[in-house]
């Protein structure tokens, strides 16, 4: 089939719109910093989304569970051992990103007889300063996208632009404290979530306004059926490990 | 054509589920566990003759363990080093206590932690207690050889917190292994090392005679009769330390307890040593 390149442009087109398809309706993941930290919040519907994957790595995705705990033990394989033979300050996210992850989705994605991953993966590192904390994002195919202060993961671009948009409207304030960056997630997942819900010609219209009491009606809807996920990784924490998951008290208590 | 994903990385990492198995993953990853040295180099046969130069111990207290080692290293005769750490924290509710080849001692440990680390990241859930216990009884036994060979023979006392432990009880727990790798419980006290024989029979003194029962010191208590253990240890064996006043190096003491591991501050230490010793001139 690669001796025909338009067939293998075809199949490979064939293959995003597979994966895209598949992902459209994955519940999105928000990461933002806040004044201690960095935190990812979903609401998932009984499967674990957020892990820890070392010392200050935290992994959420969306996709087929499959394939998340495929590409999820690969990241954590290869930071523990990196960990353990150099020491663990070595294992850095932009390594584990650029020399395991993103060339092994890439590889998956274009290898168009083999299986194709579906996942859109986002991962968090906290730096030894505030200006040091790292989100990045990678997609089925491969490419990577960086940002530090929030980010979000959503089943098609338009919902993540619109749910950016949101987060780049609602809040310039990156001192925030941890409750102010529960509310502010779940109501960008809230966001993501409308958008997800409507035909892909209209999640792209401009016309992306949700007012506050639509998405907590969002949100509680979501949470009849499922539950609000939230790690973080914490400067404060004792250790070396300053990833924990939040308790579902702790959860309730930032809510409005 | 190739359907196999080529797409994860070589020498296992990826490739194989470990199911949380550390040293599985190390195994694959083709890091080098063992020294296999020639055997000429076998100097003692079949004799396991233990090279322990120190002084640890574990007791039971009112809130949980307390663990202690001196600072001492030694090779034959000579002091090489006064700040040595023997009491390491593993995860946030155990310790490991070395005696023995200080570099596979601090090997397994550094194994062992990794190893809790892993199983919580990849199976998403703490390890057991017993699971605990079994891994590292299979490092000590995988250490076997060097143990033999009279050269990196290790014998630790690991101490932990068990949290799923009543509400009226106390959760912390002493166990310790035997050169092959076989763990037993000692309930309140346990001591390793080359010094431990000179304590060993004050421990079970205190403990079954003392004023009042190890197991109901308190904090304060514990550390006054630790240290004066450690000292009556360094007075009889050469290859541990008493405490260096003019230095100020003191030996390093742990509690595990419900909330985590903590290190008794040299401050604290100082104050009790004032109340170990009070009519010693130069303590």
């Not at chain 2, 004799?47 to 322990?52: G, L, N, P, T």
């Amino acid at each position: 089939m690669r001796d025909e390149p338009y067939r293998w442009i075809e199949a490979i087109q064939d293959r995003r719109d597979y994966i895209e398809d598949q992902l459209r309706v994955g519940s999105p993941v928000v990461g933002l910093t806040y004044d201690e930290g960095m935190v990812l919040l979903t609401i998932g519907r009984g499967q674990r989304k957020i892990f820890e994957v070392h010392d200050r790595i935290a992994l959420s995705a969306i996709g087929h569970p499959a394939d998340i705990e495929r590409l999820r033990m690969l990241v954590t394989d290869t930071a523990s051992v990196q960990g353990f033979q150099n020491a663990t300050e070595d294992v850095n996210l932009h390594r584990l990103t650029n020399f395991v992850l993103a060339h092994t989705f890439k590889q998956a994605f274009e290898s168009i007889v083999g299986e194709a991953y579906i996942i859109k993966m986002l991962l968090a590192e906290l730096g030894s300063t505030d200006d040091k904390n790292r989100f990045t994002c990678i997609n089925y195919d491969g490419n990577v996208r960086t940002e530090t202060t929030s980010t979000v993961i959503g089943g098609t671009e338009a919902i993540e632009t619109g749910m950016q948009n949101y987060l780049a409207t609602a809040s310039t304030d990156t001192d925030r404290d941890l409750t102010a960056a529960l509310q502010l997630g779940l109501e960008a997942w809230a966001v993501g979530k409308e958008l997800s819900s409507r035909e892909p010609e209209e999640a792209e219209s401009e016309e992306t306004q949700i007012d506050t009491a639509q998405m907590h009606e969002i949100i509680d809807t979501a949470r009849e059926d499922g539950e609000i996920e939230a790690g973080i990784l914490e400067i404060t924490q004792r250790g070396t490990g300053k990833f924990r998951l939040l308790t579902s008290q702790e959860i309730e208590a930032a809510l409005p | 054509m190739n359907q196999e994903p080529k797409n994860l990385t070589p020498s296992g990492v990826g490739v194989i589920n470990h199911k949380g198995d550390f040293l599985s993953l190390l195994k694959h990853a083709n890091y080098p566990l063992k020294i296999d040295l020639p055997s000429e180099t076998t100097k003692h046969g079949g004799d396991i003759e233990i090279a322990h130069s120190t002084t640890v111990v574990a007791v039971r207290y009112r809130d949980g363990v307390m663990i202690a080692g001196d600072r001492r290293a030694t090779a034959g005769t000579s002091v090489i080093y006064d700040r040595a750490e023997k009491v390491l924290q593993i995860d946030k509710h155990s310790v490991l206590a070395i005696s023995g080849s200080p570099a596979i001692a601090y090997e397994i440990a550094r194994i062992l932690e990794h190893s809790f680390q892993y199983f919580r990241r990849s199976q998403l859930q703490e390890l057991s207690l017993e699971g605990k216990l079994r891994m590292l009884s299979r490092l000590i036994r995988e250490n076997l050889p060097m143990a033999l060979q009279g050269i990196g023979g290790v014998i630790p006392i690991f101490a932990l917190y068990d949290l799923n432990a009543a509400d009226d009880e106390n959760g912390g727990k002493i166990f310790f292994y035997d050169a092959l790798g076989a763990h037993f419980e000692n309930v309140n006290f346990a001591t390793t090392g080359s010094g431990s024989i000179w304590i060993r029979g004050v421990l079970r003194y205190l403990s079954r005679f003392g004023d009042a029962p190890l197991q109901e010191m308190d904090v304060q208590q514990a550390t006054i009769n630790i240290l004066r253990l450690l000292d009556t240890a360094s007075e009889y064996d050469a290859a541990t330390s008493g405490y260096n006043a003019q230095a100020e190096i003191f030996p390093n003491i742990k509690t595990v307890t419900s909330t985590g591991v903590e290190d008794i501050a040299d401050d604290e230490l100082k104050a009790c040593y004032a109340e170990a010793q009070p009519d010693a001139e130069t303590v």
